[in-house]
């Protein structure tokens, strides 16, 4: 599914934080964004998903404008994986529920069967499924959340930092997963992060954030190759570096 | 039996939602199990409503039969917390004045826990204008003392048990409201509702399945907190004439008329005075109790 952003403004009250950014992503593709704390990414990314219902600019998806409220089918082609597993399962609910959710609103069939097919997609035993979500480690949690994204069998999957909550052994986990389940289904991936590894790990084309603008967009081979022209990507880069070789 | 209960609720790996479920109340229960106050508040409130629920069983005389040689009796082996002023046996009033006045706490709470949740989550999941019109109205609601208006509403309509229900109900849903709408701001904004309206769930739905729930736990406990209030509340109802009416044994009522006896014939105001506080203490040790069990941020 092809993704058209085009001048995507977004404002908060007074301050404008997203300011006119605009991105092509092929479908089956996967971008990623990179940029501080406060550069606008994860509002890029909700607006896209539909939880900012109040954007200007062009969003489309395989060539269709998404209106700013989606209608329910919506969901069905595009899910989200947040960043924090700790905050993004229901505390009182058991992972049935959770992943039951959607189907039931989409009066899908054969649920259970579903259920148990995603548990076993995102390898977590099938006795998981009706422990709470306090009863499993970070890591679980996170796979439960790709579970619940996937169980509405979607074409794009929007990842907002989801290894950035987790341990660095745990991160490897969850991101070979997302890297074999793009395959397995081919999806499209738009995943935000603040990590540049995280990012060349996963995806084939890079933009740049900073202060609302995205800056530089750029191939993920060109960013590993020292290519990128805009200072701050530059600086990006080389702090990456330094953090994983140090001196 | 028990223990096959025991390892089956508490298992690590449940198998079906039942037992899920089961697991989570059990592990509720042997909380509760081990809070010695909260236990005491749990028998004196289940020693009352079996007390409520057999009073015919249980009585050892007719509560309405007037025996007028032998009013004002002190406690004896016939009568065993004595007689009131008309003759009436006051054991058998107060086993049947605990049908009325639990009745009423349970009819108010019926009325206005669920009306308090929904405004409540409503006005906080929504927001903006919605919440501005819920709220002035709670506030409005919330601004009237509480027995004021209880008595200035029974006056209008004609006094007895369902005009007070009615009244009570009135004034008290405004502070459930409030602190619905509190918890519903807490978590409106997390990511785990922002996943559900990824599903594509209406408000009503993510409000009712997913919010309502949360706010439960603090909703009980503080309807159990406040259910000592509401008991005072139809117990002064009662005293002022305003609530139950005579002959029903209602607990404020018996104080009421026995009030004159206080310094002669003190046993007569005082049993009923010692039931209400009975209750009343039970309630909010089992409310004290289940806040301790219920709270969310506590598991």
């Known amino acids: 599914m092809t993704i058209e952003i085009d001048n995507l403004r977004i404002r908060f009250g007074e301050r404008e934080v997203v300011k006119g950014v605009s991105f092509d992503i092929e479908g089956g593709d996967s971008f990623g964004i990179v940029g501080e704390s406060g550069s606008g990414k994860s509002t890029v990314l909700r607006a896209m998903a539909g939880l900012n219902e109040d954007w200007q600019g062009r969003i489309s998806f395989s060539g269709e404008d998404a209106p700013q409220k989606r209608p329910p089918s919506f969901f069905r082609k595009v899910q989200m994986v947040f960043q924090d597993p700790y905050g993004s399962l229901h505390p009182r609910q058991t992972i049935d529920r959770i992943l039951s959710e959607l189907p039931l609103v989409h009066k899908m069939d054969r649920i259970d069967d579903r259920i148990a097919k995603v548990l076993s997609d995102v390898a977590l035993p099938q006795n998981a499924r009706f422990r709470y979500p306090h009863q499993l480690s970070g890591g679980q949690r996170q796979r439960v959340a790709i579970a619940r994204a996937l169980i509405a069998e979607p074409e794009v999957l929007l990842l907002d930092e989801p290894t950035s909550a987790l341990d660095v052994s745990v991160q490897a986990e969850i991101l070979n997963l997302l890297a074999d389940l793009r395959v397995e289904r081919k999806l499209t991936y738009v995943m935000v992060s603040h990590n540049l590894s995280v990012i060349a790990h996963l995806c084939s084309q890079v933009g740049v954030m900073v202060d609302g603008q995205m800056v530089e967009q750029l191939t993920a081979e060109d960013l590993r190759l020292g290519k990128a022209v805009h200072p701050h990507t530059q600086e990006l880069r080389r702090l990456s570096v330094e953090l994983e070789e140090p001196v | ?299």
Request: proline content about 6%.
């Open chain 2, 1 to 299: 039996m028990n223990a096959a209960f025991r390892t089956w609720a508490l298992s690590e790996a449940p198998s079906s939602r039942r037992q899920a479920a089961w697991g989570n109340r059990y592990r509720a229960w042997l909380n509760l199990k081990g809070n010695p106050l909260g236990m005491i508040g749990l028998t004196i409130i289940s020693i009352f409503i079996l007390m409520a629920i057999f009073a015919p069983l249980l009585a050892t005389h007719d509560p309405a039969t007037q025996e007028l040689a032998n009013r004002l009796a002190a406690p004896n082996a016939a009568h065993w917390f004595g007689t009131d002023e008309l003759g009436r046996d006051v054991f058998s009033r107060i086993l049947y004045g605990a049908r009325v006045t639990l009745g009423m706490v349970i009819a108010v709470v019926v009325l206005v826990a669920p009306i308090g949740l929904a405004v409540g989550c409503i006005a906080g999941y929504f927001g903006g204008i919605v919440d501005t019109a819920l709220m002035r109205i709670t506030d409005i609601f919330l601004a009237f003392p509480r027995l004021v208006l209880a008595l200035a509403f029974v006056a209008a309509l004609k006094p007895g048990i369902e005009s007070a229900v009615l009244a009570i109900a009135l004034t008290a849903w405004p502070p459930y409201a409030r602190l619905a709408r509190a918890e519903t701001l807490t978590v409106r904004n997390s990511d785990f509702i922002a996943a559900y309206r990824l599903t594509g769930a209406s408000s009503w739905r993510i409000i009712f399945r997913h919010i309502a729930p949360l706010c439960t736990p603090s909703l009980i406990v503080r309807v159990t907190l406040d259910m000592s209030s509401i008991i005072i509340t139809a117990a002064s109802l009662g005293f002022l004439g305003m609530g139950a009416q005579p002959p029903s044994p209602e607990w404020g009522a018996m104080i009421a008329t026995a009030k004159r006896f206080i310094f002669e014939q003190w046993w007569v105001p005082m049993i009923p005075a010692i039931a209400i506080l009975l209750v009343s203490l039970a309630f909010n040790f089992l409310g004290d109790a289940l806040r301790d069990v219920l709270d969310p941020k506590g598991n």
